[in-house]
């Protein structure tokens, strides 16, 4: 079935680094979603890519969709504390409203 | 502002009892999503509903979980009889039903089986 990996699993970095994060599909996807789940909270959505190539960006957050739309990259550029938690990415199937999420990268800043 | 709302925030029960866990997706949303989190599995998907009807169970152990939305405005998800390895957070999602849809979390139900 259809695969989303990610990596690294995990990553610590000190304050002030940047941080990247990659994902892979095994097939081409329409898009792709970014989520953000802080300890002891919740997903919560931060961007949709949907054009090959695309780059978006946020703040300190620069996202990235692949040529070949099966793969897609956030890197935060300066990491502070409220960076911290757990970043997904997820790219629907075939056919129906289901997202296949990765595992998730888990990024510590440590001041 | 709109929100998914989950109950009870925290269960904690012994093995073999029923635990009912509910959800209010955010209004008009149409697709509803179960999913539980652990640390070994990650995110996993057990249900889906669009327009309450239910599209895909197949993440579910259906000999001991269930899934219904009685009206557009609840998802319950029920274990019975529940087992320590169902010790998980679990989470609603809701969304708009297109194609590329984003997907609303709950703030989750922290289940613990003793």
């Known amino acids: 079935g259809q695969q989303v990996m990610q990596i690294p699993q995990y990553q610590h970095v000190q304050e002030g680094e940047d941080f990247t994060t990659y994902c892979n599909s095994s097939?081409?996807?329409?898009?792709i979603q970014w989520y953000k789940q802080r300890p002891g909270g919740h997903p919560v959505f931060l961007i949709q890519l949907v054009k090959s190539g695309e780059v978006k960006k946020q703040k300190r957050l620069t996202f990235q969709f692949g040529e070949a739309k099966k793969n897609s990259s956030l890197h935060i550029t300066a990491t502070q504390t409220t960076d911290v938690g757990t970043y997904f990415c997820a790219g629907p199937v075939r056919y129906g409203n289901k997202l296949v999420f990765g595992a998730g990268t888990i990024l510590r800043v440590k001041s | 502002d709109a929100r998914v709302t989950q109950t009870p925030r925290h269960k904690v029960t012994e093995m073999g009892q029923e635990v009912t866990m509910r959800c209010q997706p955010i209004?008009?949303?149409?697709?509803v999503f179960w999913y539980r989190q652990t640390m070994m599995q990650g995110l996993e998907l057990l249900a889906y509903?669009?327009?309450?009807?239910?599209?895909?169970d197949s993440g579910m152990p259906k000999d001991r979980f269930s899934a219904e939305m009685p009206d557009a405005t609840l998802a319950t998800l029920k274990i019975q009889p529940s087992e320590p390895r169902d010790s998980a957070v679990y989470f609603c999602a809701s969304g708009l039903g297109g194609r590329a849809d984003t997907q609303y979390f709950g703030p989750g139900t922290r289940l613990t089986v003793l």
């Open positions: 509903f669009r327009n309450r009807a239910p599209l895909d």
């Open positions: 209004l008009g949303h149409n697709t």
């Open positions: 097939t081409t996807l329409s898009n």
